[in-house]
C-alpha cells in the first residue's frame, strides 16, 4: 500500500513542520523570551521552509510513480 495514495495528502506532510514550527514561537513567546529573538524567527522560519520543501518534494514523488 502507497504511503501517499494521492499527491495532495503530501500537503499533510509539510503541515506537520509548520505546526511544530508554531508551537516553538508560541512556546518561546510562553516562556518569556529565553530565545534570542533573532534565534526564534531564524529558527520557525527554517521549520516552515523544510515543511513547504518536504510538501513538495513528497508532490512530486507520489505524482511520479506509477499506480501499485
Known sequence: MH?????????LLG???VVIAIIYLAASKISGGS???MNTYAGVTMLVGLGIAMAIMAYVLAAGT???
Open 15 to 17: 503541515l506537520i513542520f
Open 3 to 11: 504511503l501517499l495514495r494521492h499527491p495532495r495528502n503530501a500537503a
Open 66 to 68: 506509477s499506480g501499485e
Open 35 to 37: 530565545l534570542t529573538t
